[in-house]
Every structure is written in structure tokens, then in C-alpha cells.
């Protein structure tokens, strides 16, 4: 059963833009604190931005200024609009949640993100 699905990755040019759309579930969607993590090459998973149910937001230092998550309550959607893309950025992103009690799903295979010079 599948709980979320990531898609909208691919290759650009430093400076360009892509946004990212992550399907969710009802049940997930609803009662979760939605998150994008990356992985870049040789580097470990890191938390890039995550927004709570009612629309609060959190990014990486890394990013602030360039990403911004949101979600689309009506349609069970989480969004990572990524400008400004930077080679630093190369990574796979994953799309998922953390509960109130500190629990979170599976890792999926995320949708790569290539920024060339």
C-alpha cells in the first residue's frame, strides 16, 4: 500500500527552478506534520523543510530564502518549490511525515534532483 509518492525531480541549470509534489494519504495528510528530506551524494539524510497541519513551516538554513513547502488541504498534496538551485542541492528528495508522537513512515525511493554549473 502505497502512503506517498513523490514526483516533479529532474535536471537544471544553477539558478533554475522545479517544483516538487508529494501524494499523500487522507489519514496521513490530515493529522501529520508533512516533511522533504534529501540525500545528497556521500552525505547523510537531512530534514530540508517540513509544515505542520495548520500551515506553519520550518526550513534548513541551506535553503531558507530559496525553498518553500506548502500543502493543498483539499487535494492531500505537499509541495517543495525550489528556486535559485544551486549544484549543493543534487540530491534525492523524499517526501514524509512525523506524528505527534514522534513517529514517521517508510522511505520510499524519492525523486532526484540534478542542478548542473
Known amino acids: 500500500q502505497v502512503q506517498l509518492m513523490e514526483s516533479g525531480g529532474g535536471l537544471v541549470q544553477a539558478g533554475g527552478s522545479l517544483r516538487l509534489s508529494c501524494a499523500a494519504s487522507?489519514?496521513?495528510?490530515?493529522?501529520?506534520?508533512m516533511t522533504w528530506y534529501r540525500q545528497a551524494p556521500g552525505k547523510q539524510r537531512e530534514l530540508v523543510a517540513d509544515i505542520s497541519t495548520v500551515g506553519s513551516t520550518n526550513y534548513a538554513d541551506s535553503v531558507k530564502g530559496r525553498f518553500t513547502i506548502s500543502r493543498d488541504n483539499a487535494k492531500n498534496m505537499v509541495y517543495l518549490e525550489m528556486n535559485s538551485l544551486k549544484p549543493e542541492d543534487t540530491a534525492v528528495y523524499f517526501c514524509?511525515?512525523?506524528?505527534?508522537?514522534?513517529?514517521?513512515?517508510?522511505w520510499g525511493q524519492g525523486t532526484q534532483v540534478t542542478v548542473s554549473s
Open positions: 487522507r489519514s496521513i495528510f490530515s493529522t501529520n506534520t
Open positions: 514524509n511525515y512525523r506524528s505527534r508522537y514522534g513517529f514517521f513512515g517508510s
